[in-house]
């Protein structure tokens, strides 16, 4: 007789409740696994986004201020730029936005981004709290466009601008600097000065003495002469502030343009007023300056006074030296 072969109902049960063990260790280690696997595989970042680009939370502008610095000397550019871009959107005064554009400028240089370097710099020109705020930065985008090649990306973008409207303000001022500083073309920068001074005029904004000094120093830089001190005498009538300083210059200028009579006059005219603010600057070109074109008059006295001030304002033995030996032949002048 045949026998079926049975499992007992026990047995089956037993059976039913190992498979089941089985299978959900299985699962457990699969889970496990696909942790380990997580945890060891990096997330794939979306669009452009980078660890550093993920702006950390700041509190304030100058947390985030702060913060950018810190990135910037550690070479971190991408997050410098990120925390500067938090900073703008903290800053609390117009004075905090500059200062973080300021900033921004070499950090998007760093990053190769000229248009946003030069993005910065105009924000700067058009919100600096004080002359010498946009000055300086212009000089340091001018100092990075020769340092990375960018010279006539640069000149091209302004000059754009120019074409498009010839009193773009900005773009004047920064080729303004641009062809003193980079490009030192005198005569071209002259332009630029006359343009601003006209867009002042037609703007009713205050003379601008300084400016006017920068142009007549492009026509003694060009050796124009007569034309620098022509302008320098018309800067000394506008300001107490420059009269000395212009004087001086005006002398100087003559004297180059072959005028004997009105150098003397302007000299004796600047020895008269004594330094003024601008002179003060610096006293040793002043009273140097104006000592050389006495001594060539031959006015010993004066000559005599300016040679001693200027070797006591001297800060270079090759100075000291040159006023002394002049000194000795001043003092050997007959008596005028």
């Known amino acids: 007789m045949n026998q079926r072969w049975r499992v007992p109902r026990n047995g089956l049960v037993f059976v039913s409740a190992f498979a089941i063990a089985l299978i959900g260790l299985g699962r457990v280690a699969s889970a496990q696994e696909d942790a380990v696997v997580a945890a060891i595989t990096p997330e794939v970042a979306t669009s452009d986004e980078t660890a550093s680009e993920v702006a950390p939370v700041y509190s304030n502008f100058r947390e985030a201020y702060s913060a950018a610095f810190r990135f910037r000397e550690a070479g971190d550019f991408q997050a410098a730029k990120v925390a500067l871009q938090s900073a703008i959107e903290l800053a609390t005064r117009d004075r905090e936005i500059a200062d973080a554009h300021r900033t921004l400028i070499s950090v998007h240089s760093e990053l190769g981004d000229q248009d946003k370097m030069f993005e910065s710099l105009e924000y700067v020109v058009e919100n600096a709290p004080y002359p010498a705020f946009a000055s300086l930065s212009i000089g340091s985008v001018n100092a990075i466009a020769r340092r990375k090649g960018w010279v006539n ?38 332009e630029y000065i006359d343009r601003l001074l006209k867009l002042n005029e037609e703007e009713g904004k205050p003379l601008d003495v300084e400016m006017m000094i920068n142009r007549a120093f492009c ?21 107490e502030d420059v009269r000395a300083y212009c004087l001086m210059e005006a002398a100087y200028c003559w004297e180059n343009a072959g005028n004997k009579k009105k150098a003397l006059k302007a000299a004796l005219a600047a020895d008269a007023n004594g330094p003024d603010k601008r002179a003060k600057r610096s006293l040793y070109q002043w009273h140097r300056t104006l000592a050389d074109l006495f001594l060539t ?16 304002e001297a800060n270079i033995d090759a100075y000291r030296d040159q006023c002394r030996e002049k000194l000795r032949i001043a003092n050997a002048l007959k008596d005028s």
């Not at 034309?227 to 009538?237: D, I, Q």
């Not at 004066?302 to 040679?307: D, L, P, R, S, V």
């Open 153 to 190: 990306e640069m000149k091209a973008r302004y000059e754009k601008q120019l074409k498009k409207d010839p009193q773009d303000r900005t773009a004047l001022v920064v080729m303004e600097a641009y062809t003193y500083n980079v490009a030192r073309d005198h005569a071209k920068r002259g």
């Open 219 to 239: 026509d003694r830089l060009t050796r124009d002469f007569e034309t620098a001190a022509k302008r320098y005498e018309a800067v000394s009538k506008e300001s």
């Open 297 to 312: 008059h031959l006015k010993k006295d004066e000559a005599i006074k300016h040679f001693e001030a200027a070797l006591e």
